[in-house]
């Protein structure tokens, strides 16, 4: 359950954060990733005739992070239009505008995906040393199809620029785009060359991937082993190498094979904790790898109070199957 933060209990009251204090409180509430209070403390500031740009901005940044992609877009798009050269306000709208790509009909994807790579390319150009904002442009350019300005070459020029500023964001952010091209050679090559790479998780997380695609499992789970060995300091490093440990276990389901790595990395992954996201479905896939080796206390202690409390349909279903 999501902690109750201080600011949310007094919203809870109908006492407002003082106007002189807002952004301050805002930015609290971002920081402790509370965005539904940051967005309850927000949304009677905002109205059809609101002209502050910041107000706009936040409350949009809020419905981004929420999952309302489309509220977002529109209340950033009214932002960039009173303060087009905020450089942090054409990225949230980019992302917007991302999100709502895929998730809208094939008519109207194409759109969104136009103007998301147009934001992007416009907050790179406000502010050419934030890497934030590099490398989302180049993760465009990498996985946008032709048609909404998808371009190899120029994902790969945007990785270079940011090796320059950032080496390891850089080189990961060309590894991805070799992978994503199905480049697979070069992407080899380019891992034996760099020494970086070669202490992360991320190229063995991407092989991984790759081969549990093809439905190769066993190779993609002794990939997932050797990623989630990577001992790294940073959050974008334990990410990787905790995802690696979920796809190890999915991996094991999916593939009939090595259910106690499948148990163990998966067991690891929800001692950790912090990857909220993925614990319902981490906690099936280790209930069918207990079901595997004929544990099935072990899986139905699982599996029970998870039906109970998940609101996740498809989750239900597959749950429902088993018990």
């Given at each position: 359950m999501k902690r109750v933060t201080f600011t949310a209990l007094l919203l809870s009251?109908?006492?407002?954060?003082?106007?002189?204090?807002?952004?301050?409180?805002?930015?609290?509430?971002?920081?402790?990733?509370?965005f539904a209070a940051a967005k309850v403390l927000l949304a009677d500031k905002v109205n059809r005739k609101t002209k502050d740009a910041w107000l706009l901005a936040a409350l949009g940044r809020s419905e981004l992070e929420l999952g309302q992609a489309d509220a977002a877009e529109e209340l950033l798009a009214r932002a960039?239009?009173?303060e087009a050269d905020n450089a942090r306000y054409q990225?949230?709208?980019?992302?917007?505008?991302?999100?709502?790509?895929?998730?809208?009909?094939?008519?109207?994807?194409?759109?969104?995906?136009?103007?998301?790579?147009?934001?992007?390319?416009?907050?790179?150009?406000?502010?050419?040393?934030?890497?934030?904002?590099?490398?989302?442009?180049?993760?465009?350019?990498a996985q946008a199809p032709g048609i909404a300005g998808g371009d190899k070459?120029?994902?790969?020029?945007?990785?270079?620029?940011?090796?320059q500023q950032d080496p390891l964001q850089g080189q990961l952010l060309t590894l991805?785009?070799?992978?994503?091209?199905?480049?697979?050679?070069?992407?080899?090559?380019?891992?034996?060359?760099?020494?970086?790479?070669?202490?992360?998780?991320?190229?063995?997380?991407?092989?991984?991937?790759?081969?549990?695609?093809?439905?190769?499992?066993?190779?993609?789970i002794a990939e997932f082993l050797k990623a989630s060995k990577?001992?790294?300091?940073?959050?974008?490093?334990?990410?990787?190498?905790?995802?690696?440990?979920?796809?190890?276990?999915?991996?094991s389901v999916l593939?009939?094979?090595?259910?106690?790595?499948?148990?163990?990395?998966?067991?690891?992954?929800?001692?950790?904790?912090?990857?909220t996201d993925f614990n319902e479905w981490?906690?099936?896939?280790?209930?069918?790898?207990?079901?595997?080796?004929?544990q099935r206390s072990q899986a139905e202690a699982i599996l029970k109070p998870l039906l109970a409390t998940t609101q996740d349909d498809k989750l239900k279903s597959e749950i429902k199957k088993i018990l």
């Amino acid at each position: 359950m999501k902690r109750v933060t201080f600011t949310a209990l007094l919203l809870s009251f109908g006492l407002n954060a003082a106007p002189a204090d807002l952004q301050q409180q805002i930015s609290d509430l971002w920081q402790q990733q509370d965005f539904a209070a940051a967005k309850v403390l927000l949304a009677d500031k905002v109205n059809r005739k609101t002209k502050d740009a910041w107000l706009l901005a936040a409350l949009g940044r809020s419905e981004l992070e929420l999952g309302q992609a489309d509220a977002a877009e529109e209340l950033l798009a009214r932002a960039i239009h009173i303060e087009a050269d905020n450089a942090r306000y054409q990225f949230w709208f980019g992302r917007a505008s991302c999100d709502s790509a895929q998730q809208a009909s094939m008519f109207s994807a194409l759109g969104y995906a136009k103007r998301c790579r147009k934001a992007f390319e416009q907050a790179v150009s406000l502010a050419p040393a934030d890497t934030g904002y590099l490398k989302a442009l180049g993760k465009y350019y990498a996985q946008a199809p032709g048609i909404a300005g998808g371009d190899k070459e120029q994902a790969l020029a945007i990785a270079a620029r940011l090796e320059q500023q950032d080496p390891l964001q850089g080189q990961l952010l060309t590894l991805e785009i070799l992978f994503s091209a199905e480049d697979t050679t070069a992407a080899e090559q380019f891992i034996d060359s760099s020494e970086l790479l070669q202490r992360r998780p991320e190229p063995y997380f991407i092989r991984g991937i790759q081969l549990a695609q093809n439905r190769d499992y066993a190779a993609a789970i002794a990939e997932f082993l050797k990623a989630s060995k990577q001992e790294v300091a940073d959050d974008e490093g334990k990410r990787n190498r905790l995802l690696a440990l979920y796809q190890l276990g999915r991996a094991s389901v999916l593939g009939k094979t090595e259910p106690q790595q499948g148990i163990d990395a998966l067991n690891e992954f929800l001692a950790d904790g912090s990857m909220t996201d993925f614990n319902e479905w981490a906690q099936l896939r280790l209930s069918q790898l207990y079901l595997a080796q004929e544990q099935r206390s072990q899986a139905e202690a699982i599996l029970k109070p998870l039906l109970a409390t998940t609101q996740d349909d498809k989750l239900k279903s597959e749950i429902k199957k088993i018990l």
